[in-house]
């Protein structure tokens, strides 16, 4: 059963100490996005990246935040300095064109973080 | 801007009742839509996906959904509600030229025996 895979599950840190959540997207989706939950702002797009290649990461505070995609099995996203507002369920997926440009979009378990 | 709207923050049904979600995304090309159910402490999982063709969808656990163009609607209906539906349910939308989705704020859905 094919799933994306996030690790680690939750992370408790401090303030101003660096953050890395992993992303294995299923095998063969092109496409992989980021995407972060909090109660005040739902979910939002942090980045998304296709073939690789990050195609857009403008909702990332760029000054903290960084993306990147090593290889087709593995996407990260980094936090350094993290910060208390940073506390939130980030979201990796990764998807398959299915349709004229629709993307199926399958989503991994999460990574909860609290910044304290 | 291009937004989604899911008017409904929590609903509250009798297990066997019926169920309307309702959904509606700003004007534009038709896009591709999605609902996604959400359990506690879990991913999303996806329920169904308009692409094009017939509007009224089916997807997993008797869940459908109709788009409607003239009102930019793409409402989520199950005829008869189990407990095991209680969840926050999301509608996500891929708007033109666009491979990310945009969600609304989605819909807690709360089952009572």
């Known amino acids: 059963d094919a799933r994306v895979t996030q690790t680690p599950r939750h992370k408790v840190t401090e303030m101003g100490q660096e953050v890395t959540m992993r992303c294995q997207p299923i095998l063969g989706h092109n496409t992989v996005f980021w995407y972060r939950q909090t109660m005040m702002q739902g979910l939002e797009l942090l980045a998304y990246?296709?073939?690789?290649?990050?195609?857009?990461d403008s909702g990332m505070p760029k000054d903290r935040f960084s993306a990147e995609m090593p290889d087709a099995t593995l996407a990260t996203l980094k936090i350094q300095p993290s910060e208390p507002r940073d506390s939130a369920v980030y979201f990796c997926?990764?998807?398959?064109?299915?349709?004229?440009?629709?993307?199926?979009?399958?989503f991994g378990q999460g990574t909860r973080l609290t910044v304290v | 801007a291009q937004s989604v709207t899911q008017p409904d923050i929590h609903i509250t049904v009798s297990e066997g009742a019926s169920l309307e979600l309702r959904c509606n995304y700003s004007y534009g090309a038709t896009p591709y839509l999605f609902w996604y159910v959400q359990s506690p402490g879990q991913g999303l999982q996806l329920l169904l996906k308009y692409f094009s063709g017939d509007t009224l969808v089916q997807g997993i656990k008797g869940f459908e959904a109709e788009f409607k163009r003239s009102q930019s609607s793409f409402n989520l209906r199950k005829p008869s509600v189990h407990w095991s539906d209680a969840a926050e349910y999301f509608c996500a939308v891929q708007f033109t030229g666009r491979r990310a989705l945009t969600f609304g704020s989605g819909t807690r859905l709360q089952v009572q025996p």
């Open positions: 990246f296709r073939n690789r290649a990050p195609l857009d």
């Open positions: 997926a990764s998807g398959l064109v299915v349709h004229r440009g629709g993307t199926e979009a399958f």
